[in-house]
């Protein structure tokens, strides 16, 4: 049986140009629930926001819907977990682990790399800080971005992934 093969396998030299590093593998979990019953679990009700730590963090994508993200090789576990605490009320969990590609930029540019692109106001004197989240656009590719302290996640689908670092590429070259 062949190894895994990250969609960026082939860029590490061009992500480290970019003061960046793809982090493969990740458990990607999407819940859809109410509100109420997500409280019940933790998860953020607050638009944009992030809970949880390293090896396991709830981002806020919508008023019903939540993407758990965890530690590679836990999303079986994980979506199980979540399920049988949903299991008596209107939910749905889906692995989505393999929908997207994380890169994570950790220059000190990576704002200015991504207003090229994102017309979300990126300055944390204007709230984007460690602990949130927003679903964008960067070059018209869909994204979801996640502040770290130090490093912003942009999740992007597998088929956008060249596209996006060649688009940081040139932002960064311009």
Do not use: K
């Not at 930029?105 to 460690?130: F, I, K, Q």
Request: a negative charge; aromatic letters at 6%.
């Amino acid at each position: 049986m062949a190894e895994p093969r990250s969609a960026l396998a082939a860029r590490t030299a061009d992500l480290a140009a970019l003061q960046a590093v793809e982090v493969s593998f990740l458990t990607q979990i999407d819940v859809r629930c109410a509100p109420t019953d997500a409280e019940r679990l933790g998860f953020p009700l607050l638009a944009n926001t992030v809970a949880g730590g390293p090896t396991r963090g709830v981002l806020w994508l919508g008023p019903d819907e939540w993407l758990v993200v965890g530690l590679p090789g836990t999303a079986t576990a994980t979506a199980e977990e979540f399920g049988r605490a949903l299991e008596d009320v209107h939910h749905a969990v889906v692995d989505v682990s393999e929908n997207r590609v994380v890169i994570e930029l950790r220059g000190t540019d990576r704002y200015e790399l991504l207003a090229s692109g994102c017309s979300l106001d990126l300055d944390p004197r204007g709230g984007w800080v460690s602990g949130v989240c927003a679903q964008t656009m960067f070059a018209r590719a869909q994204v979801i971005l996640q502040e770290l302290e130090g490093a912003t996640r942009v999740f992007v689908r597998p088929s956008f992934a060249h596209y996006v670092v060649d688009r940081l590429l040139a932002s960064r070259n311009a």
